[in-house]
């Protein structure tokens, strides 16, 4: 279940949300020309790890590993990730987005089951 078109675009559009959030946190923590750099830094330093930790072979990304790490790993950056989107949200008064997101959230990992057995059996 977790290769299926819709589950995989509902991943990207939580990926895309979770980088925008973080984004949108980093910009509210200062002023001046620090916004840029916290707003960019920590949604570009996200999506780097996000792109280059990943496991040998997982058929939801491409399928390569540019800095392959066991399965385990790799789930916890995700969940790591996602936590801290949703904290964002939160912290920035969003919280009926903050619910929304987190609620999707859960549902795809469960829809994913198949690919969370993956990635703790890798």
């Known amino acids: 279940m977790a290769n299926n078109p819709i ?3 509902v991943r ?3 990926e895309i949300a979770g980088l925008f ?3 949108l946190w980093g910009w509210n923590q200062s002023d001046g020309w620090m916004r840029f750099v916290l707003g960019i ?3 570009l330093f996200a ?3 996000w ?3 990943n496991v040998p072979g997982d058929h939801s990304r491409s399928g390569s590993a540019p800095v392959p790490v066991p399965g ?3 789930l916890g950056i995700e969940l790591a990730f996602f936590i801290a989107a949703t904290w964002a949200l939160f912290d920035l008064g969003l919280t009926t987005w903050a619910w929304v997101f987190g609620g999707v959230l859960v549902i795809h990992y469960v829809v994913s089951y198949d690919r969370i057995r993956w990635l ?3």
């Open 120 to 122: 703790i059996s890798q």
């Open 72 to 74: 385990i790993v790799r």
């Open 41 to 43: 830094g920590i949604s």
């Open 51 to 53: 792109g280059v930790f």
């Open 7 to 9: 589950n995989l675009a």
């Open 47 to 49: 999506a780097v790890v």
């Open 21 to 23: 959030a973080l984004a």
């Open 12 to 14: 990207f559009i939580l």
